[in-house]
């Protein structure tokens, strides 16, 4: 099966990357970044050219039930033309109120609407770019109101109505898990696993809860994925029947590249291992 393994593109981290191409299968590059400049599309196609690429955007808002924002999505569209990437993604999150931007991916509410809405917006990217994005799961340290499903059953139902791959990032699924008092092992387990295509792994740091004395994780992408984050990539490679994508994430306090290198290897190891799980079923 032809798993493979990445980084995120970074300014920060351009030049070890070009170095080590021949340890590097793929880089995911964040779509936004690249809507408004030509310079930095034709930076980009250069790049596509040395290396499988994927696009991620952060800016749609895909479970708003005011529908999405027709040019972005037309940017999207233009971008994913040019460079013609092998998939591209977006957040399963809230981006903004009418016209007004709050700065984050917010955890939607977890219910039947926010689930019609997100299949109504995919249907209409597919339409305008020509494909579906893979949708990502994202990290929350509030539990979004007005939900009436936990995330395990919103998640299922959103892939199910929309049709859409799963982009599933690992560290937010734990995260969430130990912060709403979930098991991670049981919400992965009921995950659709043959929806699942690629993977982020990040890493985080422990903050004080509202009350001073419960601590949470909150997901930074400054830190290296901890080691539970591997098991449950073995987990997921020991049911998944598609060749996965891994990506590690890092959005700052950059380490060596022979680090993130270990990193990745270890990425490797985990996937093989459930691989082996899974032919031995």
């Known amino acids: 099966m032809n798993d493979r393994f990445g980084l995120g593109w970074r300014t920060e ?25 030509a310079s930095r599309l034709r930076a980009l196609k250069m790049l596509a050219a040395q ?7 952060i800016s749609l808002g895909l479970p708003s039930t005011a529908g999405i924002d027709r040019r972005r999505l037309d940017k999207m569209a233009r971008l994913v033309e040019a460079v013609l990437p092998e998939c591209w993604s977006e957040h399963l999150a809230f981006v903004r109120a009418g016209d007004i931007e709050i700065g984050h991916l917010a955890a939607p ?27 990502e799961n994202i990290a929350t340290l509030i539990d979004p109101p007005a939900s009436d499903h936990d995330e395990p059953t919103w998640l299922s139902g959103t892939v199910a109505a929309s049709g859409a ?6 560290h937010n699924l734990w995260a969430n898990s130990v912060n709403f008092g979930l098991d991670a092992r049981e919400f992965l387990a009921r995950l659709p696993a043959a ?28 830190h290296d994925p901890p080691d539970p984050i591997f098991d449950l990539l073995s987990a997921l490679s020991s049911r ?23 990193q990745l290897d270890r990425a490797r190891r985990a996937v093989s291992a459930g691989r082996e799980v899974m032919r031995l079923q």
């Open 165 to 170: 791959g799963l982009l599933l990032d690992l």
């Open 13 to 37: 981290l351009a030049a070890g990357i070009l170095s080590n191409l021949d340890h590097i299968d793929v880089v995911e590059v964040i779509a936004d970044d690249y809507f408004d400049s």
């Open 109 to 135: 509410p977890r219910a039947t609407s926010t689930i019609d809405a997100t299949a109504v917006n995919i249907e209409a990217a597919r339409a305008v770019v020509g494909s579906p994005p893979l949708v």
């Open 240 to 262: 998944c029947p598609n060749p996965l994508t891994v990506i590690i994430e890092r959005d700052g306090s950059y380490p060596p590249m022979g680090h993130l290198l270990a």
């Open 195 to 222: 929806s699942v295509h690629a993977v982020h792994l990040s890493g985080g740091r422990w903050i004080s809860g509202a009350d001073g004395v419960s601590r949470r994780i909150l997901d930074d992408h400054l």
């Open 51 to 57: 290396v499988p690429v994927v696009l991620h955007g």
